[in-house]
């Protein structure tokens, strides 16, 4: 995986990649653009001359998720789709438990790829399929910008510990990210996104929120934020002005990589004191 930092992967089993169509189980990084996991799996295809497409698989519940969690993420990922369209890369999406749609899925392929995230149940069907595979299954740390497996190999006891580690690391992993590489791809049929809606069985009573999902309109957001960033430092704590970033939604959903965040706003004009508190909750408290 050329292209891809070696350390930014993991292998979730022991099989040996031999060829066959490479499948990027896309998860908790919802984004066609700076993804370490979708740059991966292309790579890995690309240098094989393997077929490469991604999936997502939509759980119809998910621990007590609300309509609004799910609005959020479907309007999301029919920019994905979109996105992907446009670039040639096939995009599918099962509905289902991952454990039971992964291996199926697996059966036709060469290669499982996978982005990181930690909660339990996640970890749960990770450990579950790359057990069941005859395919390796490799996971990518897209979310963060320096990968946890990397950052520390033990519970930190505050950000204190954690921050020299980080600061430290921060030069190796904060780079400028690839182009995608051209792969080949069967385009899949465009989703039916209603119908997919209409089988979501979430609370209704919780609504919509008024942000727009996807990455354009996080990468609009950014840019709105870097523009204010001088009053940062003062304004961040306090409730009656708009001071804070406000790029939770988009960072928690995936549609935003930090490590975008991170290298727009060393480009950006403000005051090295108001960065350097970014930087603290964007890398150090939230990594």
């Known amino acids: 995986m050329s292209t891809v930092d070696r350390t930014r992967i993991r292998p979730r089993n022991s099989h040996a990649y031999r060829g066959g169509e490479v499948v990027y189980w896309m998860g908790r990084d919802m984004r066609a653009v700076d993804n370490w996991a979708l740059l991966a799996g292309a790579d890995l295809a690309n240098r094989h001359d393997a077929p490469f497409s991604v999936l997502y ?9 609300t309509w609004r969690h799910y609005d959020f993420l479907l309007k999301g990922l029919v920019e994905v789709e979109a996105s992907l369209r446009a670039r040639g890369i096939g995009f599918r999406l099962e509905l289902g438990a991952p454990d039971e749609v992964v291996p199926r899925v697996a059966a036709g392929a060469g290669a499982i790829v996978t982005d990181t995230n930690p909660l339990r149940i996640v970890e749960h069907w990770k450990s579950t399929i790359a057990g069941e595979l005859s395919i390796p299954l490799y996971e990518v740390d897209a979310h963060n910008v320096v990968p946890w497996w990397v950052a520390s190999d033990k519970a930190e006891f505050g950000a204190y510990t954690i921050r020299p580690k980080l600061q430290k690391l921060l030069p190796t992993y904060l780079t400028e990210f690839p182009e995608i590489p051209a792969v080949t791809s069967s385009l899949a049929e465009v989703i039916d996104w209603d119908a997919v809606r209409a089988q979501v069985a979430a609370d209704p009573a919780v609504g919509p929120v008024a942000f727009t999902p996807g990455t354009q309109a996080a990468q609009q957001a ?3 934020f870097l523009e204010r960033l001088d009053r940062y430092d003062e304004d961040r704590n306090n409730p009656n002005v708009e001071g804070q970033s406000g790029l939770s939604p988009w960072l928690h959903m995936g549609h935003l ?27 150090v408290w939230r990594e």
């Open 222 to 224: 950014l840019g709105q």
């Open 57 to 65: 698989v939509l759980p119809p519940t998910f621990i007590g998720a």
């Open 257 to 283: 990589s930090a490590q975008r965040v991170l290298l727009e706003l060393a480009k950006a004009p403000g005051t090295q004191v108001s960065k350097d508190a970014f930087v603290n909750e964007l890398l």
